[in-house]
C-alpha cells in the first residue's frame, strides 16, 4: 500500500513538472512565430506588377514571402534565427515564364538596368565593338540568324531573328536564347511551342546611337544597334553616359528576371 502511494504521488509531481515544462516549451514556440510574424511584417515583399499595350508585355519585378510554416519548423527547439529564414518567390502575372504567347518590350521599370543588343551584320567591326564593351566591363548581347551564329563563337546572351521557321536547327544548336519579331513576321507563333520567349524590337538605331539613347533612356528599356561604322564611334560615350546616369548595363537573362 505504501508503494502505490508513493507511486501515486510520484506521478502526480512529474505530471505536474511535465504539463510546467509543455506550457513553458509552447510559451517559447509562441516566441519563435511571433519574431517570425514580426519579420515577415517587415521583410515580405509583393510582386510589383507590370503592364501590357499593344506591342507587348512589359515585365514585372517578383517579390519574396517569408515561408512561416517551414522556418517555424526550421527554428522549433533552436530560437529565432535570421540566417535560418527562407522565402518564397511572389510570382507576378506578367513573368517571362508564363507568357510565352505574349512578346516582351521591356523589363520591369523598378530596377535601373537596361541592357544593348548588337545587330549582327557582316561582322566587319564585330571584334571592335567587344573590345569596347569588355573594356568597359559591360556585357553585351548578340542579335544573330543562323548564317552568323557559327562564326562568332559565343553561346550566351543571344537573341535570334529569322523571316522563316527553322527554329529547331537554331535550338539544336543553342539551348537558351530569345526570339525576336526582326520584320513583321510573328516569329512568337513558332517560338511559343517551344516555350522560347520573343522580344519586339522597341527602341532600334541605325546611327546616332548617343544622341537617340539620350532620349529615350530609362528602366529596363532594351537598346538594339546596327553594327557598323557610326554606332561603333558612338558606343563608349553612350556607355559612359548611360553609366553616368546610374543605370546599370546587364544581359538580357538579366534584364528580364
Request: proline share 0%; charged share 25%; glycine share 4%.
Amino acid at each position: 500500500m505504501y508503494l502505490k502511494y508513493m507511486l501515486i504521488i510520484f506521478f502526480t509531481i512529474f505530471s505536474f513538472y511535465y504539463a510546467d515544462k509543455v506550457v513553458e516549451l509552447s510559451n517559447y514556440n509562441d516566441t519563435i512565430m511571433a519574431s517570425i510574424n514580426d519579420y515577415a511584417i517587415n521583410n515580405d515583399i509583393d510582386c510589383r506588377e507590370g503592364y501590357i499595350n499593344e506591342y507587348g508585355i512589359t515585365l514585372g519585378l517578383d517579390g519574396n514571402i517569408v515561408n512561416k510554416n517551414k522556418i517555424y519548423s526550421n527554428m522549433k527547439g533552436i530560437g529565432f534565427k535570421e540566417e535560418l529564414i527562407e522565402y518564397d518567390k511572389n510570382k507576378c502575372i506578367l513573368n517571362k515564364e508564363n507568357n510565352y504567347d505574349k512578346y516582351i518590350i521591356r523589363g520591369n521599370i523598378y530596377n535601373s538596368n537596361v541592357s544593348i543588343v548588337l545587330d549582327i551584320d557582316d561582322l566587319k567591326y564585330y571584334n571592335d565593338f567587344v573590345t569596347i564593351f569588355n573594356n568597359e566591363d559591360v556585357t553585351y548581347n548578340l542579335l544573330v540568324n543562323m548564317n552568323s551564329i557559327n562564326n562568332i563563337g559565343i553561346k550566351d546572351n543571344i537573341l535570334f531573328k529569322t523571316n522563316t521557321n527553322n527554329i529547331n536547327e537554331f535550338k539544336k544548336i543553342l539551348s537558351s536564347f530569345y526570339c525576336v519579331k526582326y520584320n513583321d513576321f510573328e516569329i512568337i507563333d513558332y517560338c511559343k511551342k517551344l516555350k522560347i520567349n520573343s522580344i519586339n524590337i522597341m527602341n532600334y538605331f541605325d546611327n546616332s546611337f548617343l544622341s537617340n539613347t539620350k532620349k529615350i533612356l530609362d528602366k529596363g528599356i532594351i537598346i538594339f544597334i546596327k553594327e557598323n561604322k557610326s554606332n561603333l564611334n558612338e558606343l563608349l560615350p553612350t556607355i559612359k553616359y548611360i553609366k553616368s546616369r546610374g543605370y546599370n548595363i546587364v544581359s538580357i537573362d538579366e534584364l528580364l528576371s
